[in-house]
């Protein structure tokens, strides 16, 4: 049969924009469907404008410390209003040049929504077209949960559009969107309430860099609260009024929730093709991205296997060498390097210490906690943290993590060696780069008792 395209891909994100280029230039006929703008969640509403609003954010604590280094900082003020449109201004130069890589590889982008109508064919508005294969990359979408009032509420969406920065804000939810946003709204100079209703933020990560990074929020006029959760929201002449499990209310100006993501498959067609779904709404999909229907695929945050910009982009990367160039290729979903822009950054690799003890047994942690270079004249109170999980048995290094300046650009060079597999002994036995933060994988002799 003769189709379209060899490849329909939905989505123009990380995964769907790099799984069309690569297809593309192995040969295929390749139509990428986007109903918003070319970018996805990274580019338009995600990682790339949040980081763009850390940096600004932390422009208060920056005068501060350049105090005690000799500047004589003047009076600074802040303008919201030109943070976003500068802001704006910069996402819409990168989506030009994304819309231009793929006009460059030869990919059709079709403007509007689409959706599935059978295992190789595409419907957009009154048009349908055919594929040979067809690649579902739509992302997800902030999840809001069924609370009386949130229709009051804004997610990480909104949040990055707001006409006016609040004075008061409350953040609900303990994940990394939570946290760093509640340094951002904190740095700009809101009063800001962080909301979590389990027992301390950032479930996942390792214990000691949550109840560090907890501690050092607070320490910075952020009032996290743990255990807490609202139970309703009412519309009040100022904001907003939010009743409290402890049957509290408090009083804000805004309340952003950042409770997770979920799929964003709902009205996409998928059962039309047959595709099978988990509870959630993702995309079941196996090692090669593969769905239960031959020729439909999918890749990124709809498969809710990692909810990564670099893993879409691996996922989509595989999946064009697999289907086009004949070259089977998984992507590896162990020991991904991560970052939590949070203030102070987390850099984490690899195993927590309490999944390492579930798997391996007998384990050694090596770690030191101390204050930054930077903060000795800056005058900041603000420590650092990194820590070793070594395999007894093998001297294998199975976890990395830092919290503290620069974690971020240092968890990249460490995700190396514990994606290869470095043991303890070969940790030691590289020099130290003095002084810097990052000496401190390689100064850690003893083992914690």
């Known amino acids: 049969m003769t189709y379209d395209y060899d490849l329909f891909v939905i989505g123009a994100g990380s995964g769907g924009v790099r799984a069309s280029r690569i297809a593309s230039s192995f040969g295929a006929k390749v139509a990428v469907a986007e109903e918003f703008r070319v970018g996805g969640t990274c580019v338009i509403r995600g990682c790339v404008p949040k980081k763009l609003l850390v940096y600004a954010s932390h422009f208060a604590e920056d005068f501060e410390t350049a105090e005690g280094y000799g500047w004589t900082v003047g009076k600074s003020t802040f303008n919201w209003k030109t943070l976003i449109a500068n802001?704006?201004?910069?996402?819409?130069?990168?989506?030009?040049?994304?819309g231009q890589t793929l006009d460059g590889a030869g990919v059709e982008v079709l403007r509007g929504r689409a959706t599935l109508e059978g295992a190789n064919t595409v419907r957009m508005g009154d048009k349908t077209y055919t594929a040979g294969k067809i690649l579902v990359a739509v992302g997800g979408w902030p999840s809001m949960p069924d609370v009386p009032g949130i229709e009051h509420a804004i997610s990480s969406n909104e949040a990055l559009h707001l006409e006016d920065l609040p004075e008061r804000i409350v953040v609900v939810g303990g994940g990394y969107i939570a946290v760093e946003f509640a340094g951002i709204f904190a740095g700009m100079g809101s009063q800001v309430t962080q909301l979590y209703r389990s027992e301390q933020i950032l479930r996942g990560f390792d214990d000691d860099l949550r109840g560090r990074l907890a501690d050092e929020m607070r320490k910075k006029g952020i009032d996290v609260r743990t255990g807490t959760n609202v139970t309703a929201i009412e519309k009040t002449e100022n904001g907003v009024s939010l009743t409290l499990t402890d049957g509290s209310t408090l009083e804000a100006d805004t309340v952003m929730y950042a409770t997770g993501r979920t799929p964003n498959t709902k009205g996409l067609g998928l059962e039309n093709a047959g595709v099978e779904l988990a509870p959630n709404g993702a995309v079941m999909v196996d090692e090669y991205s593969r769905t239960n229907v031959p020729s439909v695929f999918a890749v990124g945050d709809v498969t809710d296997r990692v909810q990564l910009t670099p893993v879409a982009i691996k996922e989509g990367h595989a999946f064009a060498l697999t289907e086009f160039k004949d070259t089977p290729t998984s992507p590896e979903h162990d020991a991904i390097p991560s970052a939590v822009f949070s203030q102070p950054p987390i850099g984490t690799v690899g195993m927590t210490e309490a999944e390492a003890k579930a798997k391996y047994g007998d384990i050694n942690v090596y770690a030191s906690d101390f204050r930054p270079m930077k903060h000795t004249l800056g005058g900041s109170a603000e420590r650092s943290y990194t820590k070793l999980i070594v395999d007894k048995a093998t001297d294998k290094v199975v976890g990395a993590h830092m919290?503290?300046?620069?974690?971020?650009?240092?968890?990249?060079?460490?995700?190396?060696?514990?994606?290869?597999?470095?043991?303890?002994?070969?940790?030691?036995?590289t020099v130290a780069v003095h002084p810097s933060s990052a000496e401190e994988f390689v100064l850690m002799p003893n083992p914690r008792k």
């Open 403 to 429: 919290l503290g300046m620069d974690a971020s650009e240092i968890i990249q060079g460490i995700g190396i060696a514990v994606k290869a597999g470095l043991t303890k002994s070969q940790f030691d036995a």
């Open 87 to 98: 802001k704006d201004a910069e996402i819409d130069r990168l989506e030009g040049l994304y």
